[in-house]
């Protein structure tokens, strides 16, 4: 018998990103194929530097982005870059989908709002998160998050950080540590550029609580909207559909 045709899934990638390919390639479940086009921005990508402007040039160049993409025919795409959402804040970002959606036919979620959608699955509303990024730009991660109706608990952000990409899972891992805190009911990491997969399930061992990524949660929303109802072990009880009603 010829072999089922994959479910496609499509993810948009910053430039320069080296990290989440190979994370997306690694989460990959079986009865999917994932395919990728880079999207638009200019400048030092990772850098904390020019976050904003770039930001800016993906959120413009993405109707060219989605067009490749979609040529793939996928059942859904992804704007894999969690930071996108800060500079379009809730109400820019429902319209900016919604228009793409209408263009297309085809469902667009991004990072921030998969990381929304499965905490709401998760049944939690007090969290802590921790960043890469600078000052500024985690404190629009809380304001964002507070937006969507979280309780923020305890936040903090990587010191040290010269670049996104050239950070470690590692690092990660103390991060899920640092921001910790009794009376949060979950961890929030934020930064598809930042690795995270490989250190989930050891940091729910650690804090005794769901811990969770923007990658993970993207790939957790891209399989749902997919209808792709079974999980995937070693990254994390999100993916692993603990929380599956």
């Known amino acids: 018998m010829p072999k089922a045709k994959s ?14 390919e190979p994370e997306i390639i690694q989460m990959q479940h079986p009865d999917v194929s994932v395919h990728f086009t880079r999207m638009v921005a200019k400048g030092v990508t990772g850098s904390l ?16 982005n989605i067009e490749l993409l979609s040529l793939v025919q996928p059942s859904v795409i992804a704007l894999t870059h969690t930071a996108t959402s800060y500079t379009l804040g809730i109400e820019k970002e429902t319209q900016l989908i919604a228009k793409m959606e209408q263009t297309f036919g085809i469902p667009l979620i991004t990072a921030f ?26 404190l629009q991660c809380k304001q964002l998050l507070e937006a969507y109706g979280f309780e923020i608990i305890q936040f903090g952000r990587l010191e040290g950080v010269q670049n996104i990409y050239d950070e470690t899972s590692e690092r990660a891992l103390e991060l899920a540590h640092q921001v ?38 993207t790939m957790w929303r891209a399989l749902n909207i997919a209808q792709v109802n079974s999980g995937i072990v070693g990254f994390g009880s999100l993916l692993e ?5």
Not at 7 to 15: E, K, S, T, V
Not at 116 to 136: E, H, W
Not at 180 to 205: N, R, W, Y
């Open 7 to 20: 479910i496609r899934l499509g993810f948009l990638i910053p430039p320069g990103n080296p990290n989440s």
């Open 49 to 64: 530097d020019g976050q904003e402007a770039r930001n800016q040039s993906q959120i413009d160049h993405l109707p060219e």
């Open 113 to 138: 709002g998969s990381v929304v959608q499965a905490l709401r699955q998760m049944r939690v509303k007090k969290i802590a998160f921790g960043t890469p990024y600078n000052l500024d730009s985690t």
């Open 241 to 245: 559909r603990k929380y599956d009603e």
């Open 180 to 217: 910790d805190h009794p009376e949060a009911q979950a961890i929030f990491l934020s930064g598809v550029g930042m690795p995270t997969i490989d250190i989930l399930c050891a940091a729910e061992k650690k804090v005794h609580k769901p811990v969770i990524s923007s990658v993970a949660a």
